[in-house]
């Protein structure tokens, strides 16, 4: 079965350190994966998607086809950075298959 | 440049009635979708339209829940005889084409079933 799994419900770490939001998946075939952000009091939005290699925010992700993750890492966290971030995958042309989300706190 | 668009924000329902949740996506967006997120939870996925055609209403979780789209614009998830376990945040979405286009999505509309 499709699965996406976001093991940290709530992750917290000091301004200024390194962020690493776990996603694993499993999916028979070649999955497009893409992480999703909620800023508090905000609707959902894109972040960023694999298959466009890019960094967004100082965000990166890469996809491990071997370990079946797309973990999210960035170098230095910002308090902005704050929020529920989500990971997902595209099971046909259109539809998207959702982790729990993992709540992000950064601590001054 | 209004985002998509959803409505009412927050509904209160007592058990049994039915409520009527809108989306109104973006201007010339070809694809909408509805998704079910309850506390706690990712989103999932509820059906989805191309234009007034819907192509897959496979999330739906009962014969209670029907959305229609007869224009190819505005939409509306309808949930019948309410129970408790409908409560959740209903999630409306839109994107210009399928694939590989950005998803666009709604506010949300909280729905609590008393």
């Known amino acids: 079965a499709q699965r996406v799994t976001q093991p940290e419900k709530l992750l917290s770490v000091f301004k200024g350190a390194p962020v690493e939001l776990k996603c694993n998946y499993s999916y028979s075939g070649s999955p497009e994966l893409f992480w999703y952000v909620q800023y508090s009091r905000q609707r959902l939005q894109l972040l960023l998607r694999?298959?466009?290699?890019?960094s967004i925010k100082g965000f990166t992700a890469d996809l491990n086809k071997g370990e079946t993750s797309f973990h999210l890492k960035k170098p230095f966290a910002q308090e902005e950075d704050s929020a529920m971030y989500y990971c997902a995958l595209t099971r046909s042309n259109y539809q998207l298959i959702w982790g729990a989300g993992t709540k992000l706190i950064i601590k001054p | 440049g209004a985002g998509v668009s959803q409505s009412p924000r927050y509904k209160v329902a007592k058990r049994g009635q039915d409520v009527a949740l809108r989306c109104d996506p973006i201007?010339?967006?070809?694809?909408l979708f509805w998704y079910q997120q309850a506390l706690g939870q990712g989103p999932e996925f509820l059906t989805y339209f191309q234009n007034e055609a819907q192509l897959d209403k496979s999330g739906l979780p009962s014969d209670r829940f029907f959305a229609e789209r007869p224009e190819g614009s505005v939409s509306t998830l309808k949930i019948q005889r309410t129970q408790q376990e409908d409560s959740a945040v209903y999630l409306c979405?839109?994107?210009?084409?399928?694939?590989?286009?950005?998803?666009?999505f709604g506010e949300g509309s909280w729905l609590t079933v008393v």
């Open positions: 694999h298959i466009s290699r890019e």
């Open positions: 201007s010339g967006h070809v694809s």
């Open positions: 979405a839109s994107s210009l084409g399928q694939g590989r286009n950005t998803i666009y």
